[in-house]
């Protein structure tokens, strides 16, 4: 597709989102786009688990394995349902539809997409199709993650076919046909590389985050943290993008590998905070009093200099605090973000021996937990936890409810989550 024609069919789509109904809210912490048709403001009844597929474990595939979270249930605490997709691929992330009927996942090794219908009997969802096109269609690699617009799903890649980590977003209608490709710049400023996506429509920006290429995230983590001249290879900006035209207006310097982006879901806000991998630092994305939007280190988390390795980070729906997990030691803290300028801890537990994804609800009463990052950046022997915890969070502490082993589950290593509802219990 010429460039000139994918730019206006990426205006055209971004054009009819804008014009379509978009509550600001969450339907959950890991499903970040405004699009949603539906909310999950009481008890969610299931969270989706993608897991890698580990050897000696089970069939040794990647899958999705739900579990039933209602305490209700008879099943409570127990996985009721796995698919498993085929090989192991670096099962990574996920995302819904608009409509909240399918959940994309995507590997990061072969990637490879799986559309699972999810809405027509959430406690057993379906594969439904299978697309394997993404490297032939854009020349990129590694399907991180799906952000759902009206009717489309815009898919951020961490590498291209070099695997040296320059990369862009494709867009992919509710069917999976592909439809666009956007390459993040690798000039003026930019380095080109990707991680996450997150869009105010109100603002008309969607903002993207930077990792690292394919040749460093299927590495080992021990020797590539020893190769000086690989850890060079990370990206240290976030890119400010013009919603409606799908074009990029400018770079912004966030040093040390700035993953997970989240705006703040209060209404009338206009900023976004994000966490740097290597630096571990806690950014903040604003318009100043001139209505210029830049990014500036805000807070630290936990001992910069033990490498703590922020991972996933959870915003409150009220704004007001900020759940973030830090990989290496196994820790999860809570920031008080209420004055966005000055992030404050204000609790820490460990919650592992090794910590990666956390998701809340919508009321903040539960908040999940996984282990695993990526397959050769676990850790190894005994510390190579892998585990699903829940939580209930009185606010004052986090009492757990329940664990599953997903290795003595034969489920493999459980990376990213979503929540499902039953279908009388989801809002509009």
């Known amino acids: ?36 048709a539906a909310l999950i403001k009481g008890q969610e009844a299931y969270l989706h688990v993608w897991a890698l597929g580990e050897k000696g474990i089970g069939d040794e595939s990647d899958k999705l394995v739900t579990i039933d979270v209602d305490p209700k249930s008879k099943t409570y605490g127990k996985p009721i349902d796995k ?21 994309w996942a995507g590997r990061l090794d072969d990637s490879k997409i799986f559309i699972f219908d999810v809405g027509t009997d959430p406690a057993h969802p379906k594969l439904v199709r299978t697309i394997d096109d993404l490297p032939e269609k854009t020349g990129y690699v590694g399907p991180h993650t799906f952000y759902a617009i009206p009717g489309r799903m815009v898919i951020g890649a961490l590498s291209n076919t070099t695997h040296d980590g320059v990369t862009g977003l494709a867009v992919y209608n509710n069917q999976g046909e592909f439809l666009s490709a956007h390459p993040i710049p690798a000039e003026n ?22 990792f690292t290429g394919w040749d460093n995230y299927m590495r080992d983590l021990g020797g590539l943290v020893q190769d000086a001249e690989a850890m060079q290879n990370f990206g240290n900006t976030m890119v400010l993008w013009n919603l409606k035209s799908m074009e990029p207006e400018k770079v912004l310097a966030v040093p040390g590998a700035p993953l997970e982006i989240r705006w703040s879901l209060k209404d009338g806000d206009d900023w976004a905070i994000t966490a740097t991998a290597l630096t571990s630092k806690l950014w903040l994305v604003r318009r100043d009093a001139k209505g210029d939007w830049g990014a500036k280190e805000v807070g630290t988390i936990g001992d910069p200099a ?54 809340q609800s919508w009321d903040g009463k539960r908040v999940y937990i996984t ?33 599953i082993d997903f290795f003595k589950e034969q489920l493999g290593r459980p990376h990213h989550m979503k929540f499902s509802a039953a279908a009388d219990k989801a809002s509009p």
């Open 1 to 36: 597709m010429q460039t000139n024609v994918a730019g206006r069919l990426a205006a055209a789509i971004v054009a009819a989102c804008l014009g379509a109904v978009a509550p600001l809210a969450r339907a959950d912490e890991t499903c970040l786009s405004p699009y949603m």
């Open 83 to 103: 698919i498993s997709v085929g090989g192991q691929g670096e099962a990574h992330h996920m995302g819904f539809t608009d409509d909240r009927k399918y959940l």
């Open 306 to 359: 033990k490498i703590p390795l922020p991972v996933d980070i959870s915003i409150s729906a009220d704004a007001k605090t900020l759940w973030v997990n830090t990989f290496m030691d196994g820790k999860t803290h809570l920031f008080d973000i209420s004055d966005p300028e000055h992030p404050t801890q204000i609790y820490e537990k460990t919650t592992g021996k090794q910590v990666n994804m956390i998701s």
């Open 189 to 210: 400023g930019g380095d080109g590389y990707g991680y996450d996506i997150a869009i105010n429509p109100k603002k008309n920006v969607m903002l993207t985050s930077s």
């Open 371 to 403: 282990s695993s990052l990526l397959a050769n950046w676990d850790k190894k022997g005994a510390d190579n936890e892998q585990v699903l915890r829940a939580y209930d969070w009185d606010g004052k502490d986090l009492n757990l409810k329940f664990e």
